[in-house]
């Protein structure tokens, strides 16, 4: 009798895909560069124009042809009292302020080149968001992903469309309700994932929400770097992965090349969980930034959006002068196994091959 | 960013009397610089005011009486949308 390919999963039959990787991405070369290895890529598209969505989205179907790639969003799922740029500023305590002053002179921060990029954004309301997903809609995008928030309301229109919908989810109830509405696929992030991530771990989260999901394929996230990851993954129950940090220093990506060393030499200890960027749990590469308000002396960290406010001349500046001791990316804890720039094909197909090999390990074939 | 492409899209306010009054948690969140989602949470009593955003509508509640929010967060309301509220009295 023929023995099952393990990497073939009812993800690869809902999408026609060769292996269950799924890569999110911001930059569109590895988008292309992985949909055309066999796997699936998203397009993170959160902070950019739905001129810039079309645009994107044209510009892939370039590369990949008819193969399907995905488009995500983050939808909002609350919104506070509406301030302008200046009376949120107006409202940062004068003392976290002489306390970044301080960053400043310690690390002998300079001032940012450009514009601060936070402040010229203008932030996402429901009309922009509604706005972005009109785009999403128009083009027929072969799968969208809501990053936050639920994709019910749209779910109707997007399926008579022939898109599929997945939905990234942290806590177990909201991919119980998530699925109930009609989700396509759901992906399920653990507290090992880069950015903000909720607290429960992967190895939990995951076969929690594979015991409710029926018929829906559940992919892992969080950590998720090397086939043996996926391996793990597969025996967990998930019908695939979802990886991010594991593109940002491929051959491909547009990420800094000093972003790039920097993930090359970390390990799972160079990450922190920390609220000190945006006010919110997120896991980003240590930095000058992270040691200071790591300090019993640091006052407390102030809630969104005023830390990210505090935070985000830091980052256009270490940005703008590329100083490393002050440059950070958001990074899950499974970047201790990224130890070269390899092109994102290759990374494909080395995943490819450790899970197979995983795969017989266990089983005892030679 | 471009938030005018697709002109205004049409708010319609209305009150859900089964509802009102509920206590619920919400997982709420949004984005934060660098395009990255974050989550928060709260946990208050819904008044029952909601608003339809456009079409398909997107629903929206108002949860008040905060006895949970994000450490710091500046005042004692939140509007969260629909499918993140979770009823705590049913």
């Not at chain 1, 109830?173 to 607290?199: L, N, S």
């Amino acid at each position: 009798m023929a023995k099952k390919n393990p990497l073939h999963t009812k993800l690869c039959d809902m999408l026609g895909i060769e292996f269950p990787i799924i890569a999110f991405t911001h930059c569109k070369d590895v988008v292309g560069a992985v949909v055309n290895a066999g796997g699936f890529a998203v397009l993170g598209e959160a902070m950019h124009t739905p001129d810039e969505i079309a645009a994107d989205i044209k510009w892939i179907r370039s590369r990949v042809g008819d193969k399907p790639f995905g488009i995500d969003l983050v939808l909002p799922a609350s919104v506070p009292p509406a301030d302008t740029l200046e009376q949120l500023l107006a409202k940062i305590p004068e003392g976290h302020r002489k306390f970044v002053q301080g960053i400043k002179e310690r690390h002998k921060v300079p001032e940012p080149k450009n514009p601060v990029a936070l402040h010229q954004w203008g932030g996402l309301n429901q009309e922009m968001a509604r706005a972005q997903l009109d785009v999403l809609l128009d083009e027929r995008v072969p799968v969208f992903v809501s990053g936050l928030g639920s994709p019910a309301f749209i779910l109707k229109a997007m399926h008579e469309r022939g898109m599929k919908v997945f939905g990234l989810i942290g806590k177990t109830r909201q991919a119980k309700r998530e699925i109930e509405a009609g989700v396509d696929a759901i992906i399920a992030q653990g507290y090992d994932a880069a950015g903000h991530t909720g607290p429960i771990g992967t190895f939990s989260i995951v076969p929690e929400v594979v015991a409710i999901a029926g018929d829906t394929p559940v992919m892992a996230a969080g950590g998720v770097t090397t086939g043996r990851h996926l391996a793990a993954a597969l025996c967990l129950g998930a019908a695939g992965v979802w990886t991010g940090t594991l593109w940002l220093a491929c051959r491909e990506s547009d990420s800094d090349m000093i972003v790039k060393e920097k993930l090359l030499a970390a390990t799972s200890d160079d990450t922190v969980y920390s609220r000190c960027i945006s006010g919110m749990p997120m896991r980003i590469l240590k930095c000058a930034w992270t040691e200071e308000w790591g300090k019993p002396d640091a006052p407390a960290v102030l809630p969104a959006p005023y830390q990210m406010l505090l935070s985000a001349e830091y980052i256009q500046a270490a940005n703008d002068h590329r100083r490393p001791d002050l440059m950070t990316e958001a990074a899950g804890q499974g970047v201790d196994f990224i130890k070269a720039m390899k092109p994102a094909r290759q990374i494909v197909f080395d995943m490819v091959d450790e899970a197979l090999a995983a795969f017989d390990d266990l089983t005892g074939d030679e | 960013m471009n938030n005018k492409r697709h002109g205004s899209i049409p708010a319609r306010p209305g009150f859900d009397a089964a509802i009102a009054g509920k206590r619920a948690e919400c997982d709420g969140g949004g984005l934060v610089a660098g395009g990255r989602a974050a989550r928060q949470e709260f946990t208050g009593m819904l008044t029952g005011e909601y608003v339809d955003h456009g079409d398909p509508p997107w629903r929206w509640y108002l949860l008040v009486d905060l006895s949970r929010k994000p450490e710091g967060y500046p005042t004692d309301a939140v509007w969260c949308e629909s499918e993140s509220v979770f009823l705590l009295d049913d």
